[in-house]
C-alpha cells in the first residue's frame, strides 16, 4: 500500500512540475543513447528558451535549439527536424569552486614554537680505543605549536667548528632553528662527536664519526610519530664542519667511506646502528662547507643551495685542504726550507700533520658538477676574504646577511617540497579528458569556463564545452599534502 501511494504521489508531483515553468539553469539529460546537457532560460520577451548540448564524443557539443513540452503527463524535447524525444530533467550540479590562496606556509614566520632540549638518540663509546667509556648522543627539538598540517617537513642543522668543537646550540645556530620552525618545520640540533688529534687519519675519523651520528638522529626521528614527520620531506643544513656533514648525509653511502674506516668495524658507529639508509634527503643548504669525494655527487640527486666567498681563507672554495692557506710553489729559499721541514716534521710527527685534512672540494666545485649533472645547484658568492659569511670580526651577528641567507635557504627548501609540481594535461587520446598527475595532492578542486564538468574523479574530470560561449579553459587548484597550494589552467 504505502508502495502503491508513493508512485501516485510522484506522478502527482511530475504533472504539477510539468505544468509550471522550467526554472532557467542547466539540466543533465538523455536522448536516446546520447547524454547531453539542456539550457533552459528565457529570451528578451520573457518566452522560454531550450537548448541542447549533445555530447558527442568532441570536447565541443553539437548544440541545437530544441521546445520542451508536456504530453500525456511526460517532458518531450521537439528538434527543428521533427523529431520528439521523451526525457527526464536531473537538474546539473554545479560544484563549488575557489582558487586556494597563495599559501605561506614554509616561507613567513606563522607558527609560535615549542622547544625539548637534550633528547638522547644513541648511546656512543666516548673514545673509539677504550672499551666501556660510553657517552650520549642528545640533539634539541624545535617544532611549530597550533599547526594544523597532518605532516611536517624535518630539517636537520649541524653546527660548525672544524669537528674539534662546537655545540648545538652556538648563537647563530638557535635562530635558525626557531626561525625555520616558525615557518612549519620540525627542527633537529644535533650534537655529533666532536675531536680528534691534529693528523689526516684521526680528522678522517671524526668526519664519518659525525655521518654515522647524523644517520641515527634521522632514523630516531622517523621512529617518533608524535612528532608528525614527514619521511619524504627531510631537509639538511650546516655550516663549516656542519655542512660537511649535512653534505655526506644527503650524499654518502657505506662503500663510499674510506678503507681506515670500514676496517674500524663498529668502533665508530652508534651503537645498533649502521649507515644502512631508510630515508633521502630532499635539499641541502651548504653554509661555507665541502665534500671529501667527488665521486659521492653521483649516488643521488640531491638540490643544493650553496654559501661561500671565493676567497674563503679556511674552506676551499674549489678544491684544497681545509683549515690553512693553500701555498704555492715555493718562490724564495725561505719558502723551500718552510717546505721542506713540514714535510720533514710530518714524517717524524705524523700526530702534527701540516695537512690534518684530506684535500676537500668547496662549493664552486660542487656546484659545477651538479649543473654537469642537470641537478640543481645555486650558488651565492662573495669576494669579502671571510670564512663565516654573516659573522663580524669581533665575532658578533652581522644580521642583514643572516636573514638574508636563512630567507633564501626557506624559498630554495619550499621550492623543493613537492618532488615534481602539478602539472595540468588534456589527454591527447580523448580531447574531453583532463587530468593531473601527482601522488603528492590532498586535496583539488575542478572548474570549467565556458562549458561543464560531465564526470570526475579526484585527479580526472571529462568536459563538454558550449560552443558560443565568448571564452573556455579549464583549471584546477588544491593543496599538496605538505600544506602548500597550486593553481593550473588550460585555456582552450
Same mark, same amino acid.
Given at each position: 500500500m504505502k508502495t502503491g501511494r508513493r508512485v501516485v504521489l510522484l506522478a502527482f508531483l511530475l504533472v504539477a512540475a510539468c505544468s509550471k515553468p522550467i526554472e532557467p539553469g542547466l539540466y543533465r539529460v538523455r536522448v536516446g543513447a546520447a547524454d547531453g546537457i539542456l539550457r533552459a532560460g528565457t529570451d528578451s520577451l520573457g518566452n522560454e528558451t531550450f537548448l541542447f548540448y549533445a555530447d558527442t564524443g568532441s570536447v565541443y557539443a553539437d548544440t541545437v535549439t530544441v521546445a520542451l513540452k508536456t504530453e500525456k503527463r511526460k517532458l518531450w524535447l521537439s528538434f527543428p527536424d521533427g523529431r520528439s524525444e521523451k526525457v527526464t530533467l536531473n537538474p546539473y550540479e554545479v560544484l563549488e569552486f575557489h582558487r586556494f590562496l597563495d599559501s605561506d606556509l614554509y616561507l613567513l614566520p606563522q607558527f609560535e614554537v615549542g622547544e625539548t632540549k637534550d633528547v638522547v638518540f644513541g648511546r656512543v663509546l666516548r673514545d673509539a680505543d677504550k672499551e666501556r667509556e660510553y657517552a650520549n648522543l642528545t640533539m634539541d627539538l624545535y617544532y611549530p605549536k597550533n599547526d594544523r598540517t597532518e605532516t611536517r617537513p624535518l630539517l636537520m642543522t649541524f653546527h660548525e667548528g672544524a669537528f674539534l668543537e662546537g655545540d648545538k646550540r652556538d648563537t647563530s645556530l638557535l635562530e635558525w632553528n626557531r626561525y625555520f620552525a616558525s615557518l612549519g618545520y620540525v627542527v633537529s640540533s644535533v650534537n655529533y662527536r666532536v675531536g680528534s688529534r691534529r693528523n689526516q687519519k684521526d680528522t678522517d675519523e671524526a668526519m664519518y664519526r659525525a655521518l654515522k651520528d647524523a644517520n641515527a638522529a634521522v632514523r630516531f626521528l622517523?621512529?617518533?610519530?608524535?612528532?608528525?614527520?614527514?619521511?619524504?620531506?627531510?631537509?639538511?643544513?650546516?655550516?663549516?664542519?656542519?655542512?660537511?656533514?649535512?653534505?655526506?648525509?644527503?650524499?654518502?653511502?657505506?662503500?663510499?667511506?674510506?678503507?681506515?674506516?670500514?676496517? /674500524?668495524?663498529?668502533?665508530?658507529? #652508534? #651503537?645498533? /646502528?649502521?649507515?644502512?639508509?631508510?630515508?633521502?634527503?630532499?635539499? #641541502?643548504?651548504?653554509?661555507?662547507?665541502?665534500?671529501?669525494?667527488?665521486?659521492?655527487?653521483?649516488?643521488?640527486?640531491?638540490?643544493?643551495?650553496?654559501?661561500?666567498?671565493?676567497?674563503?681563507?679556511?674552506?676551499?672554495?674549489?678544491?684544497?685542504?681545509?683549515?690553512?692557506?693553500?701555498?704555492?710553489?715555493?718562490?724564495?729559499?725561505?719558502?723551500?726550507?718552510?717546505?721542506?721541514?713540514?714535510?720533514?716534521?710530518?714524517?717524524?710527527?705524523?700526530?702534527?700533520?701540516?695537512?690534518?685534512? =684530506?684535500?676537500?672540494?668547496?662549493?664552486?666545485?660542487?656546484? =659545477?658538477?651538479? =649543473?654537469?649533472?642537470?641537478?640543481?645547484?645555486?650558488?651565492?658568492?662573495?669576494?669579502?676574504?671571510?670564512?663565516?659569511?654573516?659573522?663580524?670580526?669581533?665575532?658578533?651577528?652581522?644580521?642583514?646577511?643572516?636573514?638574508?641567507?636563512?630567507?633564501?635557504?626557506?624559498?630554495?627548501?619550499?621550492?623543493?617540497?613537492?618532488?615534481?609540481?602539478?602539472?595540468? =594535461?588534456?589527454?591527447?587520446?580523448?580531447?574531453?579528458?583532463?587530468?593531473?598527475?601527482?601522488?603528492?595532492?590532498?586535496?583539488?578542486?575542478?572548474?570549467?569556463?565556458?562549458?561543464?564538468?560531465?564526470?570526475?574523479?579526484?585527479?580526472?574530470?571529462?568536459?563538454?564545452?558550449?560552443?558560443?560561449?565568448?571564452?573556455?579553459?579549464?583549471?584546477?587548484?588544491?593543496?599538496?599534502?605538505?600544506?602548500?597550494?597550486?593553481?593550473?589552467?588550460?585555456?582552450?
Open positions: 622517523l621512529k617518533r610519530d608524535s612528532l608528525m614527520i614527514h619521511s619524504d620531506r627531510i631537509f639538511a643544513a650546516g655550516a663549516d664542519a656542519g655542512a660537511v656533514t649535512a653534505l655526506n648525509l644527503a650524499y654518502m653511502r657505506e662503500e663510499d667511506l674510506p678503507e681506515i674506516i670500514r676496517e /674500524q668495524g663498529d668502533s665508530v658507529v #652508534v #651503537v645498533r /646502528q649502521t649507515l644502512l639508509r631508510g630515508f633521502d634527503i630532499r635539499a #641541502v643548504a651548504n653554509l661555507w662547507g665541502a665534500i671529501p669525494d667527488t665521486t659521492i655527487l653521483l649516488n643521488a640527486d640531491v638540490p643544493v643551495i650553496s654559501f661561500q666567498s671565493v676567497n674563503d681563507p679556511v674552506m676551499p672554495f674549489q678544491a684544497g685542504h681545509p683549515y690553512e692557506e693553500q701555498e704555492e710553489d715555493p718562490e724564495t729559499i725561505l719558502d723551500f726550507l718552510k717546505s721542506a721541514f713540514e714535510s720533514i716534521l710530518s714524517v717524524f710527527l705524523p700526530d702534527i700533520e701540516m695537512h690534518p685534512f =684530506r684535500e676537500m672540494y668547496g662549493a664552486g666545485t660542487i656546484d =659545477r658538477i651538479l =649543473r654537469e649533472r642537470g641537478v640543481q645547484s645555486v650558488l651565492y658568492t662573495s669576494e669579502e676574504e671571510m670564512h663565516n659569511l654573516f659573522l663580524k670580526e669581533d665575532g658578533s651577528v652581522d644580521y642583514p646577511i643572516y636573514d638574508e641567507i636563512k630567507e633564501q635557504t626557506a624559498r630554495f627548501f619550499a621550492s623543493k617540497m613537492e618532488t615534481s609540481p602539478v602539472f595540468l =594535461r588534456q589527454d591527447p587520446e580523448d580531447a574531453q579528458l583532463f587530468l593531473i598527475d601527482n601522488s603528492e595532492v590532498e586535496v583539488c578542486q575542478w572548474n570549467v569556463e565556458g562549458g561543464v564538468i560531465i564526470g570526475r574523479s579526484d585527479d580526472t574530470i571529462r568536459i563538454l564545452l558550449f560552443p558560443e560561449a565568448e571564452s573556455h579553459s579549464v583549471s584546477v587548484s588544491g593543496a599538496y599534502t605538505s600544506g602548500l597550494t597550486f593553481f593550473e589552467t588550460i585555456t582552450l
